[in-house]
């Protein structure tokens, strides 16, 4: 007697095939030469399409067992053997269930990191909505597991699967993905692999699903062109319909894969990198034969498609309700897409253009509706530059005025110095009970200042800090950088008189304020002025870390933080690379480097013997780019032009040259979106949940007079049921559920008194 | 009464909760309420009743519990040695003996599915289901790792007795 394990591909065919299904005995299968009987599994079911067949105690050429499993009992199988095991249970509430047999394609969105992480992004919740309204069209989720559970999913041959009804991703016709950051390009072929999907998009068969991924990092797909069948390249609202709807009238068609490809790269937005031929440049790089060239509307390259407005039917307000804790546990609305401030380092300045603005009435009903269905505590104003947003005062009138977001914690990240106006400090401080306010001055110095376009002065900031301290926040966090072009000591002297200057400032209200300076470090980006700088070598950038890092040694009003150099480096290879990067990333994958964004797991070591195994140089970064040179992600016309950021790259070396204004007033600078600023969407106050402007003493007076008597309240007693994969919800996830149900009821948990109320 | 084991299923197990307004329980809207209130949770999670409170939940203790589970096989003289009080002593995962004849107070088998009712203690609590099927059955385990292994026991806590 023997143990083995067999996969049937199409186990219900045979199954049907059968006579005895289901009655004792079961039914007699040949496989593999051996004759072998089939059990059915008590909780086997018809409709379960996904099983495979565990072969127990195989006789040779004699007779066996089988016993039926679904991916859901293997699940069950695997979950506690795994540390987090509510990351993988799946059964989300406000899932989207369908009929899979009566879709015209189904995608299943794929996040390549963990749970907590994609169920925190924006993103996925959109397309997740967009592609669900639509009655012919499925979108399903799933996530990377961490090792345990890939593991696990190896030990028992359970292929990824999507979480609302644990079928296996290789069976939708596309798989999606998003890239927010480059981090996770490893784990890339590891979600392909644990799919059974061929990683390599050469290698794919006509039956496997088209893959094709979004997000951030278009601004150079490259390293990653080849993994992927597909990119959508900018804004996916719409783009993602028309593409699922190629893919799943080519299936209908009965076209070949090679035609539905063909087809796909006629979209405007979609590039196909397999019809893209590439050649090698003069510096050896991979490069696009073709670069695109001319104006956005008749450019020959792929066109960064952009929304023209932030459509408030397109935001989602019943989100996937997570099974546990995330990165961030808040209900997002996206006030405003594109900032056009000009920082000549910034990408997402470039990529995310014109600046459109939802219009504050519906971001109120959005917000609203939106709390209701999720039980979310916290809302997020999302936005690159909150502050800019041109009714945020009127929004945040609205907000106070109205007792529903009594509850509710409101957010405004991103607030740009020259925004955070005494007003907004007073006002955010009243409602948020003023605790920490966060800047992005980027560097010290007002030469680099000046250099990378970030119009605002030293005095700029101290005026925001005296707002901030004055209104009663006691922290305020300094994002900022090292790494720009020319920087020297004088630079990081000038950086460290700012925090000085900073603490003086904060200690004439508060002797304990805290500043807390995070120090990243330049990694020079795609679609940005700086695409042409090199990356600072590791002595240099150490050594003005090292600067800052000893002026505050032990300060009792100063905490550094700063980034590590290898993760900084290994970007700034990404950022830029070539189609040249994907068989190192493979090889990386191969030696166990995946969840890079996982700083715990970084191992620089490991990626030096990978360079070392594949022959990969990366000593380009240190490169300053040829002012002609074409770049790998050139095939991509993004609305600015490479002329525009060239010309501004020449401006930031330029002492004389005048700063570039945020054009989204009405300055067009002709960077190459048509338009000339008639692309640009601002939304005005807020007409029908207008509010009256009060002052910070009236807005805590509103707060504490609407405050809820909790002398009065009501107890229950709750029976309820915890079945199926539910059982390995933990004991605190599920009590949080019991606080978020009566949210959503509209009927809050009584709060014990305290300095931090909890229920 | 504790927190339930990762991985154990119940139908019965209870909260208390105390809200800044009334709830309607009136039995024509009860079966929506608890319907709405269950919308968030995950599949598998549901409210199958509400009454109000008037005493804290923690002054009341059950005294014992029904747990559900299917053996691949049972042992033919399971029920000959409970009623002859001849299960063994097992130790829990603190090493605490747990005598079987004691915590075991009956056993159904209906059609190869079993059900003990299991004393509770004097703070509600039984002795883990885990541990108490795998005496029993006569199942090893090692219980310093009773996390890992008693969770592929798929137990279910179905009422409780007060």
């Not at chain 1, 009714?391 to 957010?411: G, K, N, Q």
């Not at chain 1, 005095?459 to 707002?467: S, T």
């Not at chain 1, 790494?483 to 000085?500: K, V």
């Not at chain 2, 009341?60 to 001849?86: G, Q």
């Amino acid at each position: 007697m023997r143990d083995t394990r067999v996969v049937i591909p199409d186990p219900f065919d045979k199954l049907r095939a059968g006579s005895g299904r289901g009655s004792a005995g079961g039914v007699m299968l040949e496989i593999n030469g051996w004759t072998l009987e089939m059990q059915t599994d008590p909780h086997f079911r018809e409709d379960d399409e996904a099983c495979s067949f565990v072969v127990h105690g195989v006789t040779g050429g004699g007779f066996a067992k089988l016993i039926v499993m679904t991916i859901l009992e293997k699940i069950a199988l695997a979950l506690p053997a795994v540390e987090s095991p509510a990351r993988y249970m799946g059964g989300e509430a406000n899932s989207v269930v369908k009929d899979h047999s009566e879709m015209l394609c189904r995608m299943a969105f794929v996040f390549p990191d963990t749970y907590e992480i994609g169920m925190s992004n924006n993103g996925i919740r959109i397309l997740y909505h967009v592609i669900n309204r639509e009655s012919d069209l499925l979108c399903e989720v799933s996530f990377a597991p961490w090792d345990d559970m890939a593991a696990e999913m190896k030990r028992l041959d359970i292929p990824l699967y999507s979480y609302a009804t644990y079928t296996p991703v290789r069976d939708f016709e596309v798989v999606g993905m998003t890239l927010q950051t480059e981090l996770n390009f490893t784990n890339v072929p590891y979600v392909l692999e644990l799919a059974r999907i061929p990683a390599w998009q050469k290698d794919r068969q006509e039956n496997d699903p088209i893959v094709v991924a979004g997000g951030p990092s278009m601004a150079n797909p490259e390293p990653v062109a080849d993994f992927f069948d597909a990119f959508m390249i900018g804004d996916g609202e719409k783009v993602m319909i028309d593409f699922l709807r190629c893919v799943g009238e080519g299936r209908k068609a009965g076209l070949s894969r090679a035609e539905i490809l063909k087809n796909l790269s006629k979209i405007d937005g979609v590039y196909v990198p397999s019809l893209r031929p590439v050649v090698k440049n003069e510096f050896g790089a991979i490069v696009p034969a073709e670069p695109a060239a001319g104006a956005y509307a008749t450019t020959n390259g792929v066109r960064r498609l952009f929304i023209p407005k932030m459509d408030p039917k397109d935001y989602p307000v019943k989100n996937l309700i997570a099974n546990m804790q995330l990165v961030h546990n808040r209900f997002s609305v996206e006030v405003m897409r594109g900032c056009a401030q000009g920082c000549r380092f910034c990408q997402a300045g470039i990529w995310y253009r014109p600046c459109r603005e939802l219009d504050p009435d519906d971001v109120l009903d959005i917000a609203k509706a939106g709390l209701l269905a999720t039980g979310e505590r916290e809302l997020g104003l999302l936005s690159l530059s909150t502050a800019d947003y041109k009714p945020v005062e009127a929004l945040t009138d609205s907000i106070i005025d109205d007792p529903f977001y009594d509850h509710v914690d409101v957010s405004l990240p991103s607030i740009r110095v020259n925004s955070f106006g005494q007003t907004l400090a007073g006002k955010i401080a009243a409602l948020k009970g003023g605790r920490s306010a966060t800047f992005a001055p980027e560097t010290g110095s007002e030469r680099i200042r000046k250099m990378i376009n970030k119009t605002i002065s030293d005095q700029d900031m101290y005026d925001a800090a005296e707002h901030a301290f004055s209104s009663g926040f006691n922290k305020i966090k300094l994002y900022t950088m090292i790494g720009f072009p020319t920087e020297n000591e004088e630079d990081m002297q000038a950086f460290c008189d700012l925090i000085f200057n900073l603490v003086k400032i904060g200690r004439k209200y508060n002797r304990g304020i805290q500043i807390a300076v995070s120090i990243g470090i330049l990694i020079p980006k795609s679609f940005t002025a700086l695409q042409w700088a090199p990356f600072m070598d590791k002595e240099t950038a150490l050594g003005h870390i090292r600067f800052v890092r000893e002026k505050f040694f032990k300060h009792p009003n100063v905490k550094i933080n700063w980034a590590a150099w290898e993760t900084s480096f290994l970007e700034a290879i990404y950022s830029r690379g070539d189609r040249s990067l994907a068989p190192v990333i493979y090889e990386a994958y191969k030696q166990g480097i995946i969840f890079e964004s996982d700083s715990y797991r970084f191992n620089f070591s490991k990626w030096e013997q990978v360079w070392q195994k594949t022959g990969y140089d990366t000593s380009w970064v240190y490169r300053e780019r040829d002012k002609n040179e074409v770049f790998p992600w050139d095939f991509i016309h993004a609305g600015t032009t490479k002329q525009y950021l060239r010309r501004e790259w020449e401006k930031a070396f330029d002492p004389n040259s005048a700063p570039v204004p945020n054009c989204k007033w009405g300055d067009c600078q002709k960077c190459g979106i048509p338009g000339f600023g008639d692309e640009i969407r601002l939304a005005d106050n807020p007409v029908r949940h207008k509010a009256p402007s009060r002052t910070p003493e009236e807005i805590k007076k509103l707060v504490a007079d609407r405050r809820p008597s909790q002398k009065v309240s009501y107890s229950y007693k709750i029976t309820f049921k915890k079945t199926g994969l539910s059982r390995f919800l933990p004991h605190h996830n599920m009590l949080s559920f019991f606080e978020r149900t009566f949210l959503c009821a509209g009927n809050p948990v009584k709060f014990s008194e305290g300095f931090s109320p909890k229920p | 009464m504790g927190a339930l084991p990762l991985g154990m299923e119940t139908y019965c197990e209870l909260i208390s909760v105390e809200l800044l307004k009334p709830l309607d329980l009136a039995p024509e809207n009860l079966p929506n309420l608890m319907k709405e209130l269950s919308r968030p949770f995950p599949r598998g999670m549901e409210i199958v009743n509400i009454e109000p409170l008037k005493e804290k939940l923690s002054k009341h203790f059950p005294k014992a519990m029904v747990y559900r589970y299917t053996p691949e096989a049972i042992p033919a003289d399971l029920m000959e040695r409970f009623n002859s009080k001849t299960f063994p002593t097992v130790t829990n995962h603190r090493g605490q003996e747990i005598d079987l004849n004691q915590h075991v107070l009956s056993i159904e088998n209906r059609e190869g599915t079993l059900y003990l009712k299991v004393k509770c203690n004097d703070q509600g609590t039984t002795a883990s289901p885990f541990v108490i099927f795998a005496g029993i059955l006569g199942i090893s385990i090692d219980p310093a790792k009773l996390d890992e292994v008693s969770r592929r026991f798929l137990v279910a806590k179905m009422t409780m007795e007060w």
